[in-house]
T-cell receptor, first 111, second 114 residues
Framework: TQLLEQSPQFLSIQEGENLTVYCNSSSVFSSLQWYRQEPGEGPVLLVT?????EVKKLKRLTFQFGDARKDSSLHITAAQPGDTGLYLC???????????FGGGTRVLVKP | EPEVTQTPSHQVTQMGQEVILRCVPISNHLYFYWYRQILGQKVEFLVSFYNNEISEKSEIFDDQFSVERPDGSNFTLKIRSTKLEDSAMYFCASNRDGTNYGYTFGSGTRLTVV
């Protein structure tokens, strides 16, 4: 069974600070996806990383896939209150399309 | 922006009753999925569906569960005899070609079994 562990579970920071969320596994994934989920809503895809060592930027968000394709990180620069939410990582195995989700990191950015 | 539409948004049912959750995936997508999220827990995979048949299912997806694509647009999840532990948010998702390039999730159906 593939498992994804996210850390930290909860992060509270002031507006303007930087933050990093980690997603780790002992398993290799063919891709790693990051989602954001609002209360009572479904996950919304932010980015997919596919190649080991890949870095993708989405405005102030930077996503990295580990060289061994077992881990990933999400870094937010100069966080804003609008970044508040639940961030989920999800891994796709080499065979099949079943996503394994991490437990999520709840981010609170205080003005 | 194309959306995955789920109905109803909330469903309350008595234990032992059958429920059908409905989804309209994005029209040019070929792969369809159901996931569930019990309150406070991780999002869990239930089943994937392609070319009118189940391509993969989890241990959760036992004989009480079934999926169907009754026409060209709807994708349904049926739970035959609901249990209290089936209470959860159920998310439908779709993607175009089943590869690694992200899924579009619906807003979910909150199922409460009483």
């Amino acid at each position: 069974t593939q498992l994804l562990e996210q850390s930290p579970q909860f992060l509270s920071i002031q507006e303007g600070e930087n933050l990093t969320v980690y997603c780790n596994s002992s398993s290799v994934f063919s891709s790693l996806q990051w989602y954001r989920q609002e209360p009572g809503e479904g996950p919304v895809l932010l980015v997919t990383v596919v190649t080991g060592g890949e870095v993708k930027k989405l405005k102030r968000l930077t996503f990295q896939f580990g060289d061994a394709r077992k881990d990933s990180s999400l870094h937010i620069t100069a966080a804003q209150p609008g970044d508040t939410g639940l961030y989920l990582c999800a891994g796709c195995p080499a065979a099949g399309n079943k996503l394994t989700f991490g437990g999520g990191t709840r981010v609170l950015v205080k003005p | 922006e194309p959306e995955v539409t789920q109905t109803p948004s909330h469903q309350v049912t008595q234990m032992g009753q059958e429920v059908i959750l409905r989804c309209v995936p994005i029209s040019n997508h070929l792969y369809f999925y159901w996931y569930r999220q019990i309150l406070g827990q991780k999002v869990e995979f239930l089943v994937s569906f392609y070319n009118n048949e189940i391509s993969e299912k989890s241990e959760i997806f036992d004989d009480q569960f079934s999926v169907e694509r009754p026409d060209g647009s709807n994708f349904t999840l049926k739970i035959r005899s609901t249990k209290l532990e089936d209470s959860a948010m159920y998310f439908c998702a779709s993607n175009r070609d089943g590869t690694n390039y992200g899924y579009t999730f619906g807003s979910g159906t909150r199922l409460t079994v009483v």
